[in-house]
């Protein structure tokens, strides 16, 4: 090969060609030391090394390098070695395509290795997909080996190695194995079809527009390398609410064409599948699973899709579930479903995935022993052994559905010969869907080790029960956002999960540190000061929105996202917390209860069953009580409720000041949007705080001993303000406004104002304007004081409702407005089609700093 066309191929292989304008801005932006990310490279930036490291890894590593082997997932590996070291230390390798003769770096399975290289004496067997990171020493020359056991091993070794360089840890003497947890590490994607995603906060889908697949499938590919960079081997394209249309001859080569994509990265893709499709799209008048022209149709159409794909990874299958069909409309049970289908996949090496999150959404409220929690292990433990090797029972980490917290699912235990995966949310539902900041990694990890006769980890990793396969399944709703998730924060939860899903046995520190190094470079200060962040944040979120085990106090019939403390009463939904005059929480116990409490092994179920082991934190999930019931910690429930919403709406105010003090360490574009993010998040914070707050106080009838539930100082009412075209309205659920009511400007009355006199001490003041900002229009806002403008702003958010309710809450803080006695605090509002300029309230705060 030549210098020119080893040029060229070195391109081809990193994706980037540096023309000569390109490369000076990349110079000078490397000079100044903080890139503009737009977050697209995730935690795989790459940034240069300098001082003492710099040198130390220019030492270490050779210059040269060369592959065994030429498969495109080898290719991918050292592509990605050229562009890390090259981003990192500055050096671009050299590719040999012959034995090398100078020290180098080698990459190839450890069969090829043993095979094309025996001097190296390297020798043994290595577990699927695992690598091997070595340094030999051979007739003088000295080789970096990346072995793997096959060219997905490779791969991840390839990126284990840039990884060391990126944290700063030591690459000669190597000698180190690593082998995955567990064979299933997929990502699950909920894209539609026509481009949209359920619940997905990072824009369209990266796969679909317009009922089809997208030409450009470039962000794709860019998908793949995120996902092999952290071992993450398979990956499902749309959503489990299954378009039947999928399933159709036209799709599979459009799907062969999103696999085509993923193949270089080791990415595996799968479909979610429609039970009743042999009805609606192949043309039969049954699915009944044990019709054998059902059977038959599975079988043809699976082998069609074969032709075409022929390594698919298997399909998803979502039935008798939330309005999808399913195999209770012939009378048969999910064993019959899944093995019908199995079947299908079995000569082709597919895999059955079906969802553990089966459950009547139309259960008698009034009845205290119908329980949700139950479902489950119901409907799936009785079948125990009547799966299919290759079915996958793919059961979400907690009972109900992604809650703030919830216990481990029992049916983790409830299974011993059955294969199983645990589904995991990295998408942020109910956690603030991508607009708070919740690091999902310590949640996650105290399910992975609780002890249900053996850590959650190792039941549904298949270890305990010896199966043959099991797992880890992150949803992810990655879209085409630049930085795939909607905010910068989150990715770190993308991040943890396939960490985990390669070892849970890694520490939630250990992520955070390891994320932020890699995303936000190796300061220190930064570095300490995001990770505390992202350690706290999902005991924050917690603490203002669902504590106790209550769950997440949201609106739960609708857009899962504000407070809405009733929401999940008196309705079929079974998101109970059974909240009154006398008591709160869901009776599970097996004495009194619903009985779910008795689903555990016994260890488990003692210590839940009990008022005196239940943990404080997962109290009013497994057991009804009085208000007045004392805590482990010596708290009352109903002051811990209180007093949690004050500390939790606090610490989330308080990640304001801890952003800013890393201004100029963080790249301006990410530290100016992450900063709107964190300001937007302790805006919403005390909304859920006084809400939830004020319901129960008005439930309970039990003062906060500390004074604060229901008096708020500086707070004036919009509503008690003297108005100019506002009028008051009521604000439905009440909690969600202060009051239960607000002001509302009807559009066509434009301009409103609200105005007061301010009447207390002479001094520097911060104002907080509380108003809504619906996504029905753009209302502007102007604040005066005694007619000079001070602040103007647009209500442009995208929040994820109409209404004026809690979810369109938000505030505008003002700080520095010196006031006198008598001055005229007036808010102007300007409404823009349905979104009325609505205000809550203002809030003035002395401000003598
Ligand atoms: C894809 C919850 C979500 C739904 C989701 C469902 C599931 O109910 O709100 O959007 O549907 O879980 O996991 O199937």
């Given amino acids: 090969m030549n210098a020119d066309e080893r040029g060229s191929k070195i391109e081809r292989l990193i994706g980037v060609h540096l023309c000569s304008s390109a490369a000076k801005y990349a110079v000078l932006l490397v000079t100044l030391g903080l890139h503009a990310e737009t977050g697209a490279n995730a935690w795989l930036l790459y940034q240069p090394l300098d001082g003492s490291a710099l040198q130390h890894y220019r030492q270490a590593l050779p210059a040269a390098m060369t592959a065994l082997g030429n498969s495109a997932v080898i290719a991918s590996a050292q592509g990605e070695l050229i562009r890390g070291v090259r981003g990192m230390l500055g050096r671009t390798l050299r590719m040999e395509a012959h034995w090398p003769a100078e020290d180098s770096l080698v990459l190839g399975t450890l069969a090829d290795l043993e095979r094309d290289a025996p001097q190296l004496g390297l020798a043994g067997r290595l577990p699927t997909d695992a690598f091997w990171l070595k340094s030999v020493s051979a007739g003088g020359v000295k080789y970096t080996i990346v072995a793997g056991s096959n060219d997905r091993g490779v791969l991840y070794g390839a990126f284990a190695l840039l990884r060391k360089i990126a944290l700063g840890e030591p690459i000669t003497n190597l000698d180190e194995k690593q082998a995955p947890y567990a064979p299933i590490r997929w990502i699950n994607q909920w894209d539609n079809l026509d481009g949209s995603i359920e619940r997905g906060y990072g824009g369209r889908s990266i796969f679909w527009e317009n009922g089809h697949v997208r030409d450009d499938l470039s962000r794709v590919a860019e998908y793949g390398r995120l996902l092999a960079s952290l071992g993450i081997n398979g990956c499902s394209i749309n959503n489990v609410n299954a378009d039947v249309r999928l399933l159709t001859p036209e799709y599979a080569p459009q799907i062969a064409r999103i696999a085509d994509a993923l193949r270089p990265w080791g990415v595996r893709v799968a479909i979610s599948v429609d039970f009743g499709s042999p009805k609606t799209v192949g043309g039969l008048d049954t699915f009944d699973p044990l019709d054998r022209r059902v059977a038959a149709w599975w079988a043809a159409r699976t082998s069609d899709l074969y032709r075409a794909v022929p390594d698919l990874g298997g399909f998803v299958l979502k039935a008798d579930s939330e309005g999808r069909v399913g195999p209770s409309t012939y009378g048969r049970t999910p064993a019959d479903a899944a093995n019908v289908v199995a079947r299908a996949l079995k000569p082709h090496g597919g895999l059955l995935f079906y969802r553990g999150f089966v459950y009547d959404h139309h259960a008698d409220w009034r009845n205290l022993k119908n329980d949700r929690a139950r479902a489950a292990y119901d409907n ?95 949803v992810a709703n990655v879209g085409l956002d630049d930085n795939w998730l909607g905010n910068y924060l989150s990715q770190a939860n993308l991040y943890g999960f396939g960490r985990l899903a390669w070892n849970p046995d890694l520490g939630a520190r250990q992520i955070a540190g390891e994320w932020t190094r890699l995303t936000f470079g190796s300061d220190p200060k930064v570095v300490d000061t995001i990770s505390a962040m992202q350690l706290q944040s999902w005991r924050v979120y917690e603490d203002y929105t669902g504590v106790l085990g209550l769950q997440g106090l949201t609106d739960i019939t609708g857009n899962h996202y504000g407070v809405n403390v009733e929401a999940s009463e008196r309705n079929g939904w079974g998101q109970w917390h059974r909240a009154d005059e006398h008591g709160v929480g869901m009776d599970r116990t097996v004495a009194t209860g619903t009985g779910f409490i008795g689903q555990y092994p016994p260890a488990a179920a003692k210590l839940y069953e009990s008022l005196e082991t239940c943990p404080d934190d997962l109290l009013l999930f497994m057991h009804h009580v009085p208000y007045t019931h004392v805590l482990h910690d010596g708290k009352t429930v109903i002051q811990y409720i209180y007093d949690s919403h004050y500390e939790g709406a606090k610490a989330a105010e308080n990640y304001v000041g801890q952003w800013k003090s890393l201004r100029g360490r963080v790249d301006e574009q990410r530290y100016a949007a992450v900063l709107a993010q964190l300001e937007y998040q302790a805006g919403q914070a005390p909304v859920w705080r006084d809400a939830v707050n004020n319901w129960f106080f008005r439930e309970s009838g039990i003062a906060d001993e500390k ?84 602040d103007e702003w647009a209500a442009a958010d995208h929040v994820p409702t109409q209404k004026i309710d809690g979810s369109s809450s938000t505030r505008r803080t003002v700080a520095g407005i010196a006031l006198r006695p008598g001055d005229e605090i007036r808010i102007e509002g300007i409404p823009d089609g349905g979104d009325t300029a609505a205000i809550d309230y203002i809030e003035i705060e002395s401000n003598t700093n």
């Fill in 380 to 474: 799936f433990h009785p079948l125990d052994g009547r799966f299919d090797d290759n079915v996958v029972v793919q059961i979400k980490n907690g009972p109900i559905d992604f809650q703030v917290r919830e216990p481990a699912s029992p049916l983790f235990a409830g299974l011993t010969q059955t294969n199983q995966a645990i589904e995991l949310q990295i998408t942020q539902e109910y956690l603030g869907q991508a607009r708070a900041m919740v690091f999902l990694v310590p949640m996650w990890k105290e399910t992975l080790d609780f002890d249900m006769g053996g850590p959650v980890r190792e039941l549904v990793s298949g270890r305990a029960n010896h199966r043959p396969t099991g797992g880890f399944i992150g």
């Fill in 707 to 790: 004074g604060r539930v229901g008096y708020h100082p500086g707070r004036v009412e919009a509503e008690s303000m003297h108005l100019e075209g506002y009028t008051v309205v009521s604000v439905m659920p009440w909690e969600s406004a202060s009051g239960g009511e607000a002001v509302s400007c009807a559009s066509g009355a434009a301009p409103c104002a609200a105005s007061y006199r301010f009447e207390g001490a002479p001094g520097w003041y911060t104002l907080r304007v509380q108003y809504f900002d619906t996504n029905t229009g753009v209302a502007r806002f102007r604040l005066r004081i005694q007619g000079q403008l001070v």
